[in-house]
């Protein structure tokens, strides 16, 4: 069955360093996102992407992050210099139509120390 | 905005019993509301979508409806096992757009 699929599962990083976390989505898949989860707290939207380029960002998505499909298959989101109040669980997720069902990878746990 | 919440936060139940979990949402010009699955440190795991047309949905144990006037979603897990435990997480969608979810439920199904 065709998944989400994120790496690393697990990255840890000093403050002020860039990271960048990668997703392949499902391959027929036309929309994309990345949302984040604080431990403990609820589910976040940061961006969609659509057609090659954002299509919406939330407040949490500042100049500090930007999102790339550098080919066809890759999605990467990007923090340019991590804080520590960035550390969260990243999920990518991808659907058909921006109204289907949202399929969501298994997480990136960024860690910022 | 769309603002989504869930109760109870937590439960605990007995293996073998029927439970419900509930959503609510208080736009109620959603277009879908998805209901997810979440295992600790893990990631979402797709249930159940129910789009705005539809007032229920139905996987295997699992059902799930939808009443868009009241702004109320129900999860129904009939005959409960222990694998079940999880946390279980609604999400609807915000104007079309992305999806805003709740806090969520933790269950716990005791064998």
């Known amino acids: 069955e065709p998944e989400v699929t994120q790496t690393p599962s697990h990255q840890v990083t000093q403050m002020g360093q860039e990271v960048i976390l990668r997703c392949v989505p499902i391959s027929n898949h036309l929309y994309f996102y990345w949302y984040r989860q604080i431990l403990g707290q609820k589910v976040e939207f940061l961006v969609s992407f659509y057609n090659n380029e954002i299509s919406e960002k939330s407040e949490i998505f500042d100049d500090q992050f930007s999102v790339e499909r550098p080919d066809g298959s890759n999605f990467t989101l990007k923090i340019r210099s991590t804080k520590l109040e960035d550390s969260a669980m990243y999920f990518c997720?991808?659907?058909?139509?921006?109204?289907?069902?949202?399929?969501f990878g298994q997480g990136t746990r960024l860690t910022v120390v | 905005k769309q603002e989504v919440t869930q109760i109870p936060a937590a439960l605990s139940v007995p293996e073998g019993e029927n439970l419900v979990l509930n959503c609510s949402f208080t736009d109620s010009a959603i277009y879908n509301l998805q209901w997810f699955r979440q295992d600790p440190g893990k990631g979402l795991t797709s249930l159940l979508l129910i789009q705005s047309s539809q007032r229920e949905q139905t996987s295997g144990r699992l059902n799930a409806s939808l009443d868009k006037s009241s702004g109320r979603s129900t999860l129904y897990i009939a005959a409960s096992q222990p694998g079940d435990s999880a946390t279980y997480l609604c999400?609807?969608?915000?104007?079309?757009?992305?999806?805003?979810f709740g806090p969520g439920t933790r269950l716990s199904v005791l064998p």
């Open positions: 997720a991808s659907n058909l139509r921006g109204l289907d069902e949202a399929f």
């Open positions: 999400a609807a969608d915000n104007y079309g757009q992305n999806f805003v």
